[in-house]
């Protein structure tokens, strides 16, 4: 009877550890119901060196708007400022990247410094120069970021490349779309990675707590890493496989043991 306690012990701890493996993250956990919460408005992104953008102008008269729009093909301005156009082919260029100074060349105005510029300030300089050069009376001109981005590392189901081509993502919506938490990670170590100004910071989130939303890293921006620490040293297939075979056999040695002393 004493082996057969003991042997019931050690099949006691082996699923209490399998428990304990396979716990749930509760996400924001300590929010309530009855409680009202402020929301914190997403800062627009700014643009930085080696950014992708799209931008277009529009116009009631399509030929004030086409030199803008890097057509492929010519045009030519004449001393007066007007502008005039020969063949072009349909395909429309718009996207340009910024270089290493930050700034882009842009058809007819020039060189355009945008760094720093959120996509709504890239559009009002742009339509601002269009209406004081006498350009275009009526331009609307529209701008996208084209390049953001996540990469999400560590504890996550589904490792790589999260693409936004909507330009507006947040840390729970990239952990969603990366599969979830794996039962070894840290939910109080997710971890962004942010360059800024030239310097990168690291910041930790804790998943399980409402002052998630107040992070200055949960609402994410291009070329950000988030990567999810574990909670302990990961075992290997191996490893995991064989701690699988051994809980089995406690088991059904026990479950053996525990059925020959019942029908003794």
Known sequence: MKTLNILALLFGLALFHSCGLSKKVVYVGDMTTDSIYNVVKAPPLRLQKADRVSITVHSKDPELAAPFNAMTGAYTVSENGTISTREREASVVDNYVLDQQGNIDFPVLGKLALEGLSTEEVRDLIRGMLIDKGLINDPVVKVNLLNLKINVMGEVSSIGIIE??????????????????????????????????????????????????????????????????????????????????????????TLTLTLLNLFK
């Open 164 to 253: 936004v081509p909507e330009s507006k993502i947040n840390l729970l919506e990239v952990i969603s779309k990366a599969g979830g938490l794996t039962r070894n990670a840290a939910p109080d170590r997710v971890t962004v990675i942010r360059e800024e100004n030239g310097v990168r910071k690291k910041v930790y989130n804790d998943i399980r707590s409402q002052e998630l939303f107040n992070s200055p890293t949960f609402h994410l921006q291009q070329n950000d890493i988030v990567y999810v620490e574990p909670k302990s040293a990961e075992t290997s297939v191996a490893e995991d496989r064989a701690w699988r075979y051994w809980s089995l056999g406690i088991g059904m040695f």
